[in-house]
């Protein structure tokens, strides 16, 4: 049974990734969007006047709120590492190491980066260490 695993492991561990990273492209996209217009909104009040924005702004203040920063910067860092990989792609880079341009350089490298922005986030944000 685990040779049998391991052997459709080894089969299909490449085949969804294009889809995947369409499916991530688009979601991650459309989160940008709706932060796009929040961050609109918040900055909308600074013609209502000072204490409104000072309203505005204090709301983001809780540990949530932190912790959907963090969860942006996850965003915006997919969204940018698989746009460049398209655009690789796009240009004809790496169209036959497409898969693994999505895997190690939009997830892999992307990962690093988000645990380098988002380690201190939490830390001195959320616990405020």
Same mark, same amino acid.
């Given at each position: 049974?685990?040779?049998?695993?391991?052997?459709?492991?080894?089969?299909?561990?490449?085949?969804?990734?294009?889809?995947?990273?369409?499916?991530?492209?688009?979601?991650?996209?459309?989160?940008?969007?709706?932060? /796009? !217009?929040?961050?609109? +909104?918040?900055?909308?009040?600074?013609?209502?006047?000072?204490? *409104? %924005?000072?309203?505005?702004?204090? &709301?983001?203040?809780?540990? /949530? !709120?932190?912790?959907? +920063?963090?969860?942006?910067?996850?965003?915006?860092?997919?969204? *940018? %590492?698989?746009?460049?990989?398209? &655009?690789?792609?796009?240009?004809?880079?790496?169209?036959?190491?497409?898969?693994?341009?999505?895997?190690?350089?939009?997830?892999?490298?992307?990962?690093?980066?988000?645990?380098?922005?988002?380690?201190?986030?939490?830390?001195?944000?959320?616990?405020?260490?």
């Amino acid at each position: 049974m685990k040779l049998y695993l391991r052997e459709a492991v080894r089969k299909y561990r490449w085949q969804f990734s294009g889809m995947v990273a369409w499916l991530i492209q688009r979601v991650t996209g459309l989160l940008l969007l709706f932060y /796009l !217009f929040l961050h609109v +909104e918040t900055i909308s009040k600074l013609s209502q006047g000072p204490v *409104a %924005f000072d309203q505005a702004v204090g &709301t983001f203040n809780s540990p /949530l !709120f932190k912790l959907l +920063e963090i969860a942006l910067l996850g965003t915006v860092v997919l969204h *940018a %590492f698989n746009g460049v990989r398209i &655009t690789l792609v796009d240009l004809g880079i790496g169209v036959e190491k497409q898969r693994h341009l999505f895997w190690y350089v939009a997830v892999g490298i992307g990962l690093l980066v988000f645990l380098a922005g988002a380690i201190p986030m939490f830390l001195f944000a959320v616990l405020r260490v």
